[in-house]
């Protein structure tokens, strides 16, 4: 597996652990990539799981992607995590008042795929 790098990045969903988006000018040579990526006609430009190499990293830059999903560390995860950043009491304050605007629609999943039937 690839070296761990900390970056100027965001964390995305909780459902994928330790995934940091990164903006393609900030990628590194032995990154490693979380979720293939893509362009816009579907082709693969990188898979999950390939470790970046200069050349791959200027193509996808030449190809106008903007954000890569990086696997990192779970120390790297945690501090680019805007949540994690906040103090206990903030944070329980702010999940109270989104489960009483939303209450038990906050855990469910907003979109489903409509199955192909």
């Keep these: 597996m ?9 964390t ?4 994928w652990k330790n995934v940091l988006r990164v903006k393609s000018e900030d990628l590194q040579p032995g990154m490693v990539v979380a ?7 579907g082709m693969l430009m990188a898979p999950s799981g390939c470790e970046l ?6 193509i996808l830059q030449a190809w106008g992607v903007v ?3 990086i696997e990192a560390s779970a120390e790297v995860a945690q501090a ?4 994690a950043q906040l103090p206990p009491e903030t944070l329980a304050k702010i999940t109270t008042e989104l489960r009483g605007r939303f209450g038990s629609r ?3 999943v907003p979109c489903r795929r409509k199955s192909s039937s």
Excluded: C, T, W, Y
């Design 2 to 10: 690839g070296k761990r790098f900390a970056v100027q990045a965001r």
């Design 80 to 83: 680019h995590d805007p949540l």
């Design 106 to 108: 906050m855990n469910s």
């Design 12 to 15: 995305v969903s909780r459902r």
């Design 67 to 69: 954000e890569v999903d």
């Design 35 to 41: 979720r293939e990526v893509k362009n816009l006609d």
């Design 53 to 58: 190499s200069e050349r791959q990293i200027g």
